[in-house]
């Protein structure tokens, strides 16, 4: 299999809430998801106790250990080490796993997404600044094969590309350096003039995806993130 690295700069209509758990694809703003469970100025919290062991249990996971699919996409999901200084994350667990009501990027630009009936595991975490607000939604997701998650970042371009509207203006990414050889990086600015990126990528059937309105810290994110993509074992993940 052939992968490439990507930079889209074409004109993008994006999901009210990308990654976050639960949500679907209505458009407006992409704004990252705010956390019920952030606490005080601290950045610190209150989350509830699955949310506190998946956290937990993917913070304490060694990449390079993982014996399943699963296992691997949530040694990639979001951890504190990846963010700045003072920071915090909130997971939010999949209830029950059931990803049957629970779309990644389904409606995004309109798109159709077919690799979404192939995904056998997704990990949302949000990443909350030392002032409580969540500035960043990550998701790290599982898929039954090295092509499913291949396919998926195949349709993300397609999606980028056929989507138009006068709500954002793209600009030059970020450099994609120290990103899987599969990615995908966009930025753009809201009319508002919140500057967003969102970086996608895949490695056998794994994906990591972030979308943030801290660029810097976003990029800084999916770098991180990026150096357990690439301690995975090949053998697991079919890379």
Do not use: H
């Amino acid at each position: 299999m052939t992968t490439r690295r990507t930079r889209l700069l074409a004109p993008l209509v994006l999901a009210t809430v990308l990654l976050a758990a639960g949500c679907g694809g209505t458009d407006g703003d992409a704004t990252p998801a705010t956390s019920a469970a952030t606490s005080s100025a601290t950045g610190t919290s209150t989350e509830p106790a699955p949310a506190e062991a998946e956290a937990s249990a993917a913070a304490a996971l060694d990449p390079a250990a993982v014996t399943s699919a699963q296992e691997a996409a949530l040694a990639t999901a979001l951890r504190v080490v990846d963010l700045p200084e003072g920071w915090s994350v909130q997971a939010n667990p999949v209830p029950d796993g059931d990803l049957s009501d629970n779309p990644s990027f389904q409606g995004l630009c309109d798109a159709d997404f077919p690799s979404e009936g192939r995904r056998t595991a997704k990990f949302p975490v949000v990443g909350v600044d030392p002032a409580g607000t969540s500035l960043l939604t990550s998701e790290a997701l599982a898929y039954d094969a090295p092509e499913a998650a291949a396919q998926a970042l195949v349709e993300l371009r397609a999606a980028f590309a056929g989507c138009e509207g006068p709500e954002r203006t793209f600009g030059t990414p970020p450099s994609a350096e120290g990103l899987a050889t599969d990615s995908v990086v966009v930025q753009y600015q809201l009319t508002t003039g919140t500057d967003q990126v969102i970086v996608a990528q895949a490695r056998g059937s794994v994906v990591s995806v972030v979308i943030g309105d801290d660029p810097a810290a976003t990029l800084a994110a999916a770098q991180s993130i990026a150096t357990r993509v690439a301690a995975l074992p090949a053998a697991v993940i079919g890379a």
